[in-house]
Nanobody, 118 residues
Framework: QVQLVESGGGLVQAGGSLRLSCLAS????????MGWFRQAPGKERDFVAH???????YYSDSVKGRFTISRNNAKNTLYLQMNSLKSEDTAVYYC????????????WGQGTQVTVSS
């Protein structure tokens, strides 16, 4: 029902910025809660940020104050603005969607690599 495609990853120096995008297909994007997750090599996939269908946001402590999640429902697109990047932010970043609050995410993108050099 929903396909998600991330883009915008790449190589950036520590202290720099990067903006990730997630384009969603389907006719119900504006009704989905959306999230960003990341997975570093050899580690579990971790929560980064969430934005509800009404625009409320929630962040993990590790990125709070540095990252901003947003959405443009007219464009069916989710964003993650990443500032003050650290080497620890290096990971594959995934966007995800869920139709029902407080339940598991239903759809996942393929991921985009973010590498932060020291």
């Amino acid at each position: 029902q929903v396909q998600l495609v991330e883009s915008g990853g790449g190589l950036v120096q520590a202290g720099g910025s990067l903006r990730l995008s997630c384009l969603a297909s389907g006719r119900t994007f504006r009704t989905y809660g959306m999230g960003w997750f990341r997975q570093a090599p050899g580690k579990e996939r971790d929560f980064v940020a969430h934005i509800s269908k009404d625009g409320s946001t929630y962040y993990s402590d590790s990125v709070k104050g540095r990252f901003t999640i947003s959405r443009n429902n007219a464009k069916n697109t989710l964003y993650l603005q990443m500032n003050s990047l650290k080497s620890e932010d290096t990971a594959v970043y995934y966007c995800a969607a869920r139709a029902t609050p407080s339940e598991e995410y239903d759809y996942w993108g393929q991921g985009t690599q973010v590498t932060v050099s020291s």
